[in-house]
C-alpha cells in the first residue's frame, strides 16, 4: 500500500458551537493511515462560567468509542496558548479503524469558535487492520529476522450451528467478494 497523505478537516473554520453539549465529527475511517497531524484552535468563551474539552477517540466497530492513549483525559487549547493566537499540534498514531474528534462544552449557555484541520498520514493503519510489513532495518521484525507477524485466517474455526439451523460462515471466510461488495456500498 502506497505511503499517501491526504488532507483532512475535522472542524471547518470557523465552527461555532453553542449550548452545554457534547459535538462529535462523523466517524472516519482510518485503516488507510498510519497517523493524524493536525491542529485544533478555539476562541474566546463566551457565557457564564464556560469550558471547551476536546477528545481524541477511536473505535473498532464505529459504535463503542475510547479515548487514544496519547490524549487519555480532554484538552482545552487555551490551557497551553491564554492568549488563543496559536493552534495546538497533535500528532497521533491510529490503533484501531474509526476515529473522531469530540467537543465538549460546559457552564451556562456556552459559545465556542474553533476549527481542527490537518494531515493524515498513509501507511496503513495501527492494530488488526495493519496489512503484514516486510521488515525494514532497525524494526523489530528484522531484529527477529523476518516480516512482521500476520494472522492466519485459515486457523480460525467458526463455532458450531445451533440446533435445527445451518451453520453461518464469517465474513473472511466468504471469500473477497463480500469486501469487494461492502466497499462499493459505502
Not at 483525559?73 to 496559536?86: A, M, N
Not at 467537543?103 to 503484514?132: F, H, I, M, S, Y
Request: with cysteine; aromatic share 10%; glycine share 12%.
Amino acid at each position: 500500500m502506497p505511503n499517501v497523505d491526504a488532507a483532512i478537516v475535522f472542524l471547518p473554520r470557523f465552527s461555532t458551537l453553542v449550548g452545554a453539549s457534547s459535538f462529535t465529527t462523523q466517524p472516519l475511517d482510518v485503516s488507510r493511515f498510519a497517523s493524524a497531524q493536525f491542529q485544533l484552535w478555539r476562541g474566546p468563551l463566551r457565557g457564564t462560567d464556560p469550558t471547551f474539552l476536546c477528545y481524541l477517540e477511536e473505535s473498532l466497530d464505529a459504535d463503542h468509542w475510547v479515548l487514544g492513549p496519547s490524549t487519555p483525559t480532554g484538552y482545552d487549547p487555551g490551557t497551553d496558548d491564554p492568549t488563543l493566537t496559536r493552534p495546538k499540534l497533535f500528532s497521533y498514531a491510529f490503533r484501531l479503524r474509526w476515529f473522531r474528534v469530540r467537543v465538549e462544552l460546559g457552564g451556562t449557555d456556552p459559545v465556542a469558535t474553533c476549527w481542527a484541520e490537518g494531515l493524515l498520514r498513509g501507511g496503513g493503519g495501527g492494530g488488526a487492520w495493519a496489512p503484514p510489513r516486510a521488515a525494514t532495518s532497525g524494526s523489530p521484525a528484522a531484529r527477529r529476522g523476518g516480516a512482521s507477524p500476520s494472522i492466519d485466517l485459515g486457523a480460525i474455526t467458526p463455532p458450531p450451528a445451533a440446533p435445527g439451523r445451518s451453520p453461518a460462515l464469517p465474513l473472511w471466510a466468504q471469500g473477497s467478494s463480500v469486501f469487494e461488495q461492502l466497499e462499493t456500498a459505502r
